[in-house]
């Protein structure tokens, strides 16, 4: 079974960085594609970033790029997202999805894509 758990949440001011992480339990993590999504409340779910599953190449939302970084550690079975220069508007509960990479028609930032979901965690940005 393929299990996913986010981590390192929290309140940060706007302007300032955060450091979130997904921990992937089962096997083969280096053929799943791994992503982030967010969820601002009311809002609909959208892609942020990622990453495929030897980290050859990388996708970003347009508001985010330039500013957050994607990257994953095969050994320990990790994903981070590096936030930079956060603003109100990247509030939202931030979830962490993997799909297996060999499935055909993969896009990237589209949440039927993937199939293991983390639980989410929340990311506020507020002075």
């Known amino acids: 079974q393929v299990q996913l758990v986010e981590s390192g949440g929290g309140l940060v001011q706007p302007g300032g960085s955060l450091r979130i992480s997904c921990t992937f339990s089962?096997?083969?993590?280096?053929?799943?594609?791994v992503a982030w999504f967010r969820q601002g409340s009311g809002e609909e779910r959208e892609g942020v970033a990622a990453i495929t599953g030897r980290g050859f190449t990388q996708y970003y939302l347009d508001s985010v790029k330039g500013r957050f970084t994607l990257s994953r550690d095969n050994t320990e079975k990790m994903t981070y997202l590096q936030m930079d220069s956060l603003t109100r508007e990247d509030t939202a509960v931030y979830f962490c999805a993997a799909a297996w990479g060999y499935n055909t028609n993969y896009r990237p930032l589209n949440s039927e894509s993937y199939n293991h979901w983390g639980q989410g965690t929340q990311v506020t940005v507020s002075s």
């Open positions: 089962g096997s083969n993590f280096a053929m799943y594609n």
